[in-house]
């Protein structure tokens, strides 16, 4: 049996012992005897060599238990840390180390003798010899694979080749899947970050979602497709969820379609891959599957000839789509009768006004069973939240409407998708908010499909009255600890009144009500002085502060009046009434200026309504929530019942600047006072 040679990183050693990283970097500072990096290794990611460790770990008796048992793990760890040690791009880095494996496993069982000549390689010319002349080990592997690994060996460092040779020629693998997969997460796996993350590794969480929602309706003898399957882990973990799977997959990266080959045969799964560019020429035209899965690139712009092909194909009339879109079609044009389709993709497919009608015209069809947000996090190379988007053949139902879920606060929703699926399908209640919505409320709701705004529930009568009166007691509770405020007399709501009917924001726009004010510009041109401007003061907030931006703008811009409404277009930020102090003022760019031109509506009383929680922006996977003015509503009273709400308002807003203590209980019955507006008629 050979030495095992190779290197091992800091988290390496800590398993070997069975510690915490921060325990070895302890050993490292406390020992003077502890090993030292190695002379290539990387300052800031150290590597050490393996022999060297294990005899000081032996003789300082600090080898885990289980050291023994897991020695070829830390061996191929060993081996595969001088690859990544190295110039190599990880992605060449894993196919080299894979193909190595596959021709390890070739000679242990077959009677080819072509490792032999790799483990006689002490040179870099060598070992690109001997992979030349070796027979191609996996069935599915194109015949100029070889010539691949060969170009990757000739950017090996000549030092390399001999320490990698010895490293693979220690290794006695009984399990070469499980090699693979340790393969791939070493290198390619979420530590690395980078552009290699995006390829996923047996801890994808995207991956796992995607595979136990698949799951849910795979059966026997099925035939498993992914046409954006990078290294093909999705559809190789779905090879484990029945008998008699036939697995596909394909990705237009070449050396992707390599990994998912090599694996399969590493793991004696019988999958084919092949390379090609499904959208734009599909290697797969007359394939029928009943499951297929994909993560597709996210908000790439695809040739006109392609969108316009996927949409005939599919049947589906939208005038543009992006590439989750686009997957979305080649998914309809290959789903068998009785089929699914599982596509992850961002939020902007489901909210994004140039996808309304792709949107609409999938529900039209019936061929989108069901839609569920997911929180962020759940990608491995981006923060962004995203959604599952469920495709089904247009067979399964007469019906057009769409099941949806939000998941955007849940936790692990890889691990309960399946569940979610599963009781959204029977109707039951699930953990999370579910529903149903036709084509005519999608229709009505503008074309968006984002579950967190459609499942937002109109509150009760009597629930909104019962917060008042809650809110309220609390409030003048709270007051009588504070000796320094105002008595409260009374109710803080007398009489309150209840609005029967509601415009948006947009449609007082339209009706002319209410005036949407032209947007600031500042002059920045090189022959933009201030004597071709106006200079003004920049309102950035209620609190002016004497401390205002003065800024340089066009001579027509319109300066902020007394009772204008000031909303910023940030969501969490609240609208408010400008008063005039005599100043000139203006509003920056980002901030909408609304001008009230009808004496029957107060700007106090529309501030209040636009800060109400019913008119709470929407999540959008935007790194900021905006404020839609289509979104916005606005119940309708009559100018004096506005007033007296507005003063009411007012006095509980004075209450709210006297105490910091005060702010969340004031703030919470002034909402609770618009909710009654909202949603406090008996006639609703």
Known sequence: MNTPTGQLAIKDIAALANVTRAAVSNWRSRYQDFPSPTPQSPARRPLFDLQEILSWLKANDLLAQDAATRSVEFSLKATINLLRASTLEPINSTFLTLYLLALHKQAATTTSDSWQSVADSSTTAQLHQAISDAPVPARHLPADAPAFVCEIITHLPETLAPDLINGFNSLEIEDYGQAATLTIDSILGLGGRGSSSEFGTSKSASSALLVNAAATTIKDGDTIFDPACGIGGTALSLSTRGTNLNVIGNDIELVSAFIATIHAYLADIPATFTHGDSLANDPHPGLSAQTIVTEPPLAMRLDREIQQSLLAEAGIDASTVFSEEAFVLYILSHLAPGGRGYVLTGMSTGYSGRSTQFRQALVARNALEAVVQLPQGLLSYSSIPTMLWVIQSPEHSQEASVLIADASEASQPEAHIGQWLTELRAGIDASIPTGKISLAELITNEGSLVPAQL???????????????????????????????????????????????????????????????????????????????????????????????????????????????????????????????????????????????????????????????????????????????????????????????????????????????????TVKTMDAAINVIRYGSSSR
């Open 455 to 665: 499942l937002r529930k109109d509150r009760s009568s009597q629930e909104v009255h019962q917060e008042l009166e809650q809110s309220s007691t609390q409030l003048h509770d709270v007051l009588e600890l504070i000796h320094s405020a105002q008595s409260a007399e009374g109710e803080f709501f007398e009489h309150l009144p209840t609005a029967a009917a509601v415009s948006s924001l947009h449609q007082l726009i339209a009706r002319k009500i209410i005036s949407r004010q032209r947007p600031t510009r500042r002059l920045n041109a090189p022959d933009e002085s201030p004597e071709t401007g106006l200079q003004a003061r920049q309102i950035t907030s209620r609190h002016r502060g004497n401390e205002a931006k003065i800024v340089t703008v066009e001579k027509d811009t319109p300066l902020l009046q007394d009772g204008d409404i000031v909303l910023p277009r940030i969501g969490t930020s609240p609208a408010w009434v400008f008063t005039a102090d005599g100043s000139r003022w203006v509003a920056p760019l980002g901030f909408l200026v609304l001008r009230v031109n009808n004496q029957a509506f107060d700007p106090h009383y529309l501030a209040a309504c636009i800060n109400a929680s019913f008119n709470e922006a929407p999540q959008l996977g935007l790194p900021i929530a905006r404020r839609e003015l289509k979104q916005i509503q606005i119940p309708h009273l009559d100018i004096d019942q506005q007033r007296e709400v507005a003063r009411s308002l007012e006095k509980l807003n004075d209450l709210h600047n006297q105490a910091e203590e005060l702010s969340k209980l």
